[in-house]
């Protein structure tokens, strides 16, 4: 029993940061309608600007700095590749390659600054709590309460905000608010913004439990993310969050029943299996299709 619960405990751990990951996925590209690989190299610019910072002017300044930077990148993919390829007439699969060649081009550029090592974070945030025989890291304390607070600013502007409902009107039909003379880029863009910044907050909840960065490791994140929009519900940010951490949960849950070897087909089977079952995800809502 102590061994399910402390896979438990490390479920929520890992679901909570994936919560993150899916709502930041969600809010680009339900806003944008673009696969953003591109947030790969993001999160690990990121993360491994917070490494470099934190042991010189202090972990929160680092995560301010983290901060700046996923944010400034998010805006600058979109500002400078995205929206031009758009005005251009680019198809979609076309910004889809200029952004998978982002993440190449900024990886390479992330490996000649920090190096192509794994690189750790080197802040001493206390050790862990022992109760009942399960181990408790900081991390995992910290990791579900701020996962549960970004996600619930999210909602609270999302559904309670003037700026909210001009963000579901985006996602729903953004031919109609241009129609009726409202401006979408200044609200895509704050989109934009507000989900490469949640980027460095789950890379720091990841790096204060000794899991390392390097400038590779941006395609799972990206990976997780859309995993979990499908599973969650195209254009349901709530539903993404969730999706994530059932993704993060079933994962480490699933080793009480199965070897670690068949971990990721485990869970990429499960994921398949609602997927077939209900493909307009947990949250989502059925899509009217064109008859051909």
């Not at 251009?88 to 910004?95: E, Q």
């Not at 700026?163 to 409202?182: C, N, P, S, T, W």
């Not at 709530?238 to 087909?265: C, D, H, K, M, R």
């Not at 949250?283 to 008859?291: A, C, H, T, W």
Request: hydrophobic letters at 55%; a positive charge.
């Amino acid at each position: 029993m102590n061994l399910f619960l402390q896979l438990a405990v490390n479920g929520i751990y890992a679901g909570s940061i994936f919560a993150l990951f899916g709502l930041s996925f969600a809010l680009i590209f339900a806003t944008t309608k673009v696969w953003h690989f591109a947030q790969g190299a993001v999160y690990s610019g990121s993360a491994l600007i917070v490494v470099a910072l934190a042991t010189t002017i202090g972990l929160l300044p680092a995560i301010l700095a983290g901060v700046v930077f996923a944010t400034l990148g998010g805006l600058g993919c979109q500002a400078g590749i995205y929206g031009p390829l758009r005005r251009r007439g680019a198809s979609m699969l076309v910004i889809v390659m200029a952004s998978l060649g982002v993440t190449i081009v900024g990886e390479n550029l992330l490996s000649i600054l920090f190096g192509p090592s794994q690189k750790t974070l080197l802040v001493d945030v206390g050790g862990p709590i022992i109760a009942g025989g399960i181990v408790i890291s900081r991390a995992q304390l910290l990791a579900p309460i701020i996962a549960v607070a970004v996600v619930g600013l999210a909602l609270f502007v999302l559904y309670r905000t003037d700026f909210g409902r001009k963000v579901q009107a985006l996602i729903g039909d953004e031919e109609l608010m241009q129609l009726q003379g409202i401006a979408t880029g200044p609200i895509r863009m704050a989109c934009v913004a507000f989900g490469s910044a949640i980027l460095p907050i789950a890379a720091v909840m990841l790096l204060l439990s000794g899991t390392g960065v390097s400038p590779y490791i941006g395609l799972p994140v990206v990976l997780i993310g859309a995993m979990s929009l499908f599973l969650g519900g195209i254009n349901s940010m709530l539903g993404a969050a969730i999706g994530g951490f059932l993704i993060g949960f079933v994962e480490n849950v699933a080793l009480y029943f199965i070897p670690s070897s068949w971990q990721a087909a485990f869970t990429y089977s499960l994921f398949l299996a609602i997927i077939l079952v209900r493909p307009t995800g947990l949250l989502g809502r059925r899509l009217i299709q064109s008859s051909m």
